[in-house]
């Protein structure tokens, strides 16, 4: 399990914050099996789970599904350049 963080964009109450949400990563097992049995690559697959959002502050904030939706998106990119 691994911690990976993106910046995103999230409107609050008519303002707009630029946010550092954070997410735990954990891999799909190397060598896993996907539902049509097709080899599974580890670095692409997994459970993305939100963990926090921070402002630019250092405070968490509260956030809708689609912020974190947004920003899931996003560390999957992370995860798949990386």
Same mark, same amino acid.
């Given at each position: 399990?691994?911690?990976?963080?993106?910046?995103? *964009?999230? $409107?609050?109450?008519?303002?707009?914050?630029?946010?550092?949400?954070? &997410?735990?990563?954990?891999?799909?097992?190397? %060598?896993?099996?996907?539902? *049509?049995? $097709?080899?599974?690559?580890?670095?692409?697959?997994?459970?993305?789970? &939100?963990?926090?959002?921070?402002?630019?502050? %250092?405070?968490?904030?509260?956030?809708?599904?689609?912020?974190?939706?947004?920003?899931?998106?996003?560390?999957?990119?992370?995860?798949?350049?990386?």
């Amino acid at each position: 399990m691994r911690t990976i963080q993106v910046q995103s *964009y999230a $409107e609050l109450d008519d303002i707009e914050y630029e946010l550092t949400f954070e &997410f735990e990563y954990t891999p799909t097992e190397k %060598g896993s099996r996907g539902f *049509y049995g $097709e080899q599974i690559e580890p670095d692409t697959h997994g459970r993305m789970d &939100f963990y926090t959002a921070i402002d630019s502050d %250092g405070m968490e904030v509260d956030v809708l599904p689609r912020h974190i939706e947004a920003a899931t998106e996003l560390a999957w990119q992370q995860v798949s350049e990386n």
